[in-house]
């Protein structure tokens, strides 16, 4: 008897399945998702987010997307996907919670530093059309309840990238490249799931939305990184 594993209700509409493998989030209805992630980035009106474990070095050559809906589709996702993948070990996963007049925020995350890199550091791939590889990553999924106009949602994009960047300077992660503070890795996405409940249209630093988010993605961040830390020494 294969036994499933439970899931962990996030909010009063999504919920998550967390196994060394992955991360999925399961929306009870499609919503509205803006992402960087490999399979149906952009915006996009997806049923769940997938967060895959994969090998750092593989021999097969399968594109990223057609293993990202398969691996959905065996995982109870009938509609569509958004879907990113990393090869940071899924024990780094992490979750925050911050909420206010109502409005809920979740972030989860998980992270691996093998190519933490500064913004503006030499790039390896020479070429302006290239697709590096999926080493260690930092992937976070964020849920709201809040609407979020399309301004307030690329908005809050700039303060997730932001608040991980501070998470990032507290912990005092160099760049192999340049020997600066890491602001992210190399192959880092991001996901914003969006809410049908008040409107939001400012989440920067003057507003209590924005304050909320930033915490929450600092407290979610700073915990994987330790863990990264604690278990790989930061190599993975």
């Known amino acids: ?8 209700r996030l909010t009063d509409f999504a919920s998550v399945v967390h196994t060394h493998h992955h991360l999925m989030v399961y929306m009870e209805k499609p919503h509205q998702v803006l992402s960087s992630a490999v399979l149906n980035g952009g915006l996009q009106w997806v049923n769940g987010v997938l967060n895959l474990r994969v090998p750092k070095h593989t021999d097969q050559y399968e594109p990223a997307e057609l293993t990202l809906t398969r691996y959905g589709e065996a995982h109870g996702i009938t509609g569509t996907l958004v879907g990113m993948m990393t090869a940071a070990s899924m024990d780094s996963y992490r979750l925050a919670r911050r909420s206010a007049d109502g409005i809920e925020i979740v972030v989860l995350t998980t992270a691996g530093l093998a190519n933490a890199r500064c913004a503006g550091d030499r790039a390896e791939y020479r070429r302006m059309v290239s697709e590096p590889e999926e080493i260690g990553t930092i992937n976070i999924i964020l849920l709201t309840n809040a609407c979020l106009t399309q301004a307030a ?12 960047a501070t998470a990032l300077q507290s912990a005092a992660v160099l760049s192999p490249v340049s020997g600066k503070i890491a602001t992210g890795t190399g192959t880092d996405s991001v996901a914003l799931v969006n809410g049908f409940g008040p409107e939001v249209k400012f989440c920067g630093k003057h507003v209590l939305f924005g304050e909320l988010l930033a915490e929450a993605v600092v407290e979610a961040v700073s915990g994987a990184i330790s863990w990264e830390r604690a278990t790989y020494g930061g190599q993975l």
């Open 153 to 164: 949602l690329v908005e809050a994009v700039m303060m997730v990238t932001e608040a991980k």
């Open 1 to 8: 008897m294969r036994l499933h594993p439970a899931r962990q």
